[in-house]
């Protein structure tokens, strides 16, 4: 579906929300096909004529793990939804680690979050799936919101967390950290060759896939899939795309009770984001809410 399509579909949408003219945020759209074109053409070009060491692999393994999970354990299970408590430096880890996926904020990704939670399939959803599986891949990132007192009112809670707001303040500095240090360790390793080679395939093409990786959660997620837990709302379970996402594919579980820490609660759900948690109650690190 082009943007043209998404455009008149949701034009078409009899909601007061939608009366009003789409303005596109082209801020993102830049960013976004940037990292597109550098993952999808720079990279396999690069790699095709220079190679990649064993060092740029490692780094991409390391860091996709470290940012999904800065995502999924920080971003949602920690902020948006208060599943667990934890130390100050684990969370503030945790706000680095997700800042580092390119996501926006923490203020901005969980307001949107929860409200998605709040407003399912409905207009008030900013990744309505009913919209389609583009809008609510990666279109709606796209397009300015049509409702911005909506959402502020989903970010007063996180406004008040001071490590919510401090990383808010240094987003930026917190994505090109991100950046810069495949860039600096491929530099070391083998100079200029090695230090473009670490910033394509662990910055950006990681960067490109954590991102594509929690897409799919708010797409295929609300498309297809099983709904062991009820269909109240279009919310759905596909184990494999937890394979991807650290253990976010047991989407409808987490619809239905998204202040368990876990989203796959069965024991022989591939989850690590439970298991990290989980680690954190082992070593006093972290506590379930009382
Ligand atoms: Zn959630
Ligand atoms: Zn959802």
Same mark, same amino acid.
């Given at each position: 579906?082009?943007?043209?399509?998404?455009?008149?579909?949701?034009?078409?949408?009899?909601?007061?929300?939608?009366?009003?003219?789409?303005?596109?945020?082209?801020?993102?759209?830049?960013?976004?096909?940037?990292?597109?074109?550098? @993952?999808?053409?720079?990279?396999?070009?690069?790699?095709?004529?220079?190679?990649?060491?064993? !060092?740029?692999?490692?780094?991409?393994?390391?860091?996709?793990?470290?940012? =999904?999970?800065?995502?999924?354990?920080?971003?949602?299970?920690?902020?948006?939804?208060?599943?667990?408590?934890? @130390?100050?430096?684990?969370?503030? *880890?945790?706000?680095?680690?997700?800042?580092?996926?390119?996501?926006?904020?923490?203020?901005?990704?969980?307001?949107?979050?929860?409200?998605?939670? @709040?407003?399912?399939?409905?207009?008030?959803?900013?990744?309505? *799936?009913?919209?389609?599986?583009?809008?609510?891949?990666?279109?709606?990132?796209?397009?300015?919101?049509?409702?911005?007192? =909506?959402?502020?009112?989903? /970010?007063?809670?996180?406004? /008040?967390?001071?490590?919510?707001?401090?990383?808010?303040?240094?987003?930026?500095?917190?994505?090109?950290? =991100?950046?810069?240090?495949?860039?600096?360790?491929?530099?070391?390793?083998?100079?200029?060759? =090695?230090?473009?080679?670490?910033?394509?395939?662990?910055?950006?093409?990681?960067? #490109? !896939?954590?991102?594509?990786?929690? #897409?799919?959660?708010?797409?295929?997620?609300?498309?297809?899939?099983?709904?062991?837990?009820?269909? @109240?709302?279009? +919310?759905?379970?596909?184990?494999?795309? +937890?394979?991807?996402?650290?253990?976010?594919?047991?989407?409808?579980?987490?619809?239905?009770?998204?202040?368990?820490?876990?989203?796959?609660?069965?024991?022989?759900?591939?989850?690590?984001?439970?298991?990290?948690? #989980?680690? #954190?109650?082992?070593?006093?690190?972290?506590? /379930?809410?009382?």
């Amino acid at each position: 579906m082009d943007q043209i399509t998404v455009n008149q579909n949701i034009s078409a949408k009899s909601s007061p929300l939608n009366k009003d003219k789409v303005k596109f945020d082209y801020m993102t759209i830049t960013i976004f096909s940037m990292v597109s074109i550098f @993952a999808l053409i720079a990279t396999p070009l690069f790699g095709y004529f220079y190679g990649y060491s064993q !060092l740029d692999w490692i780094l991409f393994v390391v860091l996709y793990m470290i940012t =999904g999970l800065g995502i999924t354990v920080g971003y949602h299970r920690l902020i948006s939804h208060r599943s667990f408590t934890c @130390a100050t430096p684990v969370k503030i *880890a945790l706000l680095i680690a997700g800042g580092w996926a390119l996501e926006n904020s923490a203020l901005k990704w969980c307001s949107d979050h929860i409200r998605h939670h @709040a407003k399912t399939d409905t207009d008030e959803d900013p990744y309505n *799936a009913k919209k389609g599986f583009w809008h609510s891949h990666v279109l709606w990132i796209f397009i300015k919101d049509q409702n911005p007192g =909506g959402r502020e009112k989903y /970010k007063a809670a996180l406004r /008040k967390d001071k490590w919510i707001m401090w990383q808010d303040r240094h987003y930026l500095a917190v994505v090109v950290s =991100g950046l810069v240090l495949p860039f600096v360790i491929g530099f070391l390793h083998r100079g200029w060759i =090695g230090a473009i080679s670490a910033f394509l395939l662990a910055g950006v093409f990681r960067v #490109f !896939l954590v991102l594509n990786s929690t #897409f799919f959660i708010n797409s295929i997620c609300h498309i297809w899939g099983t709904q062991p837990y009820g269909d @109240a709302n279009s +919310s759905r379970d596909n184990w494999w795309i +937890s394979l991807l996402t650290f253990g976010e594919g047991y989407h409808n579980y987490h619809h239905n009770f998204p202040r368990d820490y876990r989203n796959g609660p069965l024991w022989y759900n591939f989850d690590p984001s439970k298991w990290l948690i #989980f680690s #954190f109650f082992v070593l006093r690190l972290g506590k /379930k809410p009382s």
